[in-house]
Every structure is written in C-alpha cells, then in structure tokens.
C-alpha cells in the first residue's frame, strides 16, 4: 500500500472497521480488515479523537495549534504525515470534495 496524497479540501475520519481500546497512555486501533494492531500516543491519540468526525488538514491543524505549543506549518506538515500513513494502513476514511 502506497502513501496518498490527501487533497487539503478533503475530509478525513477514522475508519469504520476498526476497534479503538486505550491501554495506559496510549490507543492501541485493530484492523478489523487486516487484523494489525497500531499505536498512538499523545497528539496522535488527539488526532485520533479529532477524526470521530469528518475533518480536513487545516480544521486539525488549527485544533492542535490551539492546543499545543507548535507552528502551524510544521503542525501540519506532521499532521499531512500521519494521515496519509494512517491512509496507507486503511485506518482513515477520505472524502474528496
């Protein structure tokens, strides 16, 4: 599975065929398709929470430039990352628009 490149008009939510269960201080996603578990830990479990609902890179960006010490262009570089690696897993949804 390839990295995609995700538009920035599209919204992106949590895929509906995964199981979400917190252990300590991390979320451990199981793919319901694959059956490979993944891990994410602070802004990832953010992120994570964020996506529940359909979102664009700028809308979670903007959320964690609120509520983190961090610069919006390197936010959402960091962001764009891990979606399209959370994409690549099938872990997302995208809904171009």
Do not use: C, K
């Not at 991390?26 to 359909?54: A, C, F, K, M, T």
């Not at 990352?81 to 809904?95: R, T």
């Amino acid at each position: 599975m390839g990295a995609r490149t995700i538009s920035n008009s599209a919204f992106i939510s949590a895929a509906s065929d995964v199981l979400v269960s917190e252990f300590g201080e991390e979320l451990v996603i199981l793919n319901l398709r694959d059956g490979v578990y993944y891990g994410l830990e602070d802004v990832g479990s953010r992120i994570w929470s964020l996506l529940q609902e359909p979102v664009t890179i700028s809308m979670l960006r903007d959320a964690l430039v609120e509520e983190f010490d961090v610069d919006p262009a390197r936010s959402e570089r960091d962001v764009r990352a891990l979606l399209e690696e959370l994409a690549a897993h099938g872990l997302v949804e995208i809904q171009e628009r």
